[in-house]
């Protein structure tokens, strides 16, 4: 989701590189889980999230909606979110101990936290938001350590695709009627998200699908 903020507001003002070392570190955040509670539908999933929940929990994409995700509409194009229970109790792959009980798969938007993605002419750089996570003395650590992704430029890449592919489509849904719209919505659904990623070739599969919407989109 994009949001119109003052980054001198929210951020140290800089932006970082994957191999740039940040202040992030939360000593494995301590007893918090703060940022996995009252976050209402913001943690938005991309396709390789999902790819990795269904890979690791060996089930579909049916399989976590409802438990586990929910879908809701994000600038017109229906995307699904992790899904927080009330009252506090928040993620539902939080377990009794407050801590994410799939960590080493978990998605990138926790991976990123307190970390941003600002989106400028066709790339994206990172930044740290500065008033997000409440540890105090927080350390400096290299981001790319950080996110633990492995092959992390095939994944910078895929991340662009996605956003910039996404965009195009959220910025014309003002002027789409509701039957366009709704296609559109339902086409991304199915082929990036509901369509199984066969095997452990994530990023190949998603280039493929990307080049069939971008043909679609531009003969539309
Ligand atoms: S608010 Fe900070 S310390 Fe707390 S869970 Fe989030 S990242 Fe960890
Ligand atoms: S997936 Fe893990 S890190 Fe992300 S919100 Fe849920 S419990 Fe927290």
């Not at 494995?28 to 991309?46: A, F």
């Not at 101990?97 to 960590?103: A, Q």
Request: proline share 2%; aromatic share 12%.
């Amino acid at each position: 989701m994009e949001r119109h903020v003052n980054m001198a507001e929210i951020s140290d003002g800089k932006r970082y590189k994957s191999t740039d070392m940040a202040r992030i570190g939360c000593n494995e955040c301590e007893g918090c889980s703060d940022c996995c509670r009252e976050v209402g539908s913001s943690i938005v999933l991309d396709p390789w999230d999902v790819y990795m929940l269904e890979k690791n929990l060996s089930c579909g994409f049916e399989g976590l909606l409802g438990r586990h995700l929910e879908l809701n509409v994000v600038d017109g194009v229906v995307l699904p979110n992790l899904r927080l229970l009330e009252n506090g109790e928040g993620c539902t792959f939080l377990d009794e101990h407050g801590r994410c009980s799939i960590h080493d798969f978990r998605p990138g938007f926790c991976r990123l936290f307190p970390l941003g993605r600002l989106y400028e002419e066709g790339t994206f750089s990172y930044f740290l938001q500065t008033a997000e996570c409440r540890k105090g003395n927080r350390t400096k650590v290299k981001i790319n350590k950080w996110l633990g992704i492995a092959n992390l430029a095939a994944y910078e890449k895929f991340i662009c695709q996605w956003h910039y592919l996404l965009k195009e489509v959220q910025v014309r849904a003002k002027e789409m009627d509701e039957q366009e719209l709704r296609g559109w919505s339902m086409y991304f659904l199915q082929e990036f998200y509901v369509r199984p990623y066969q095997g452990d070739d994530f990023y190949g599969q998603f280039a493929l699908r990307y080049e069939a919407a971008k043909e679609k989109w531009r003969n539309q």
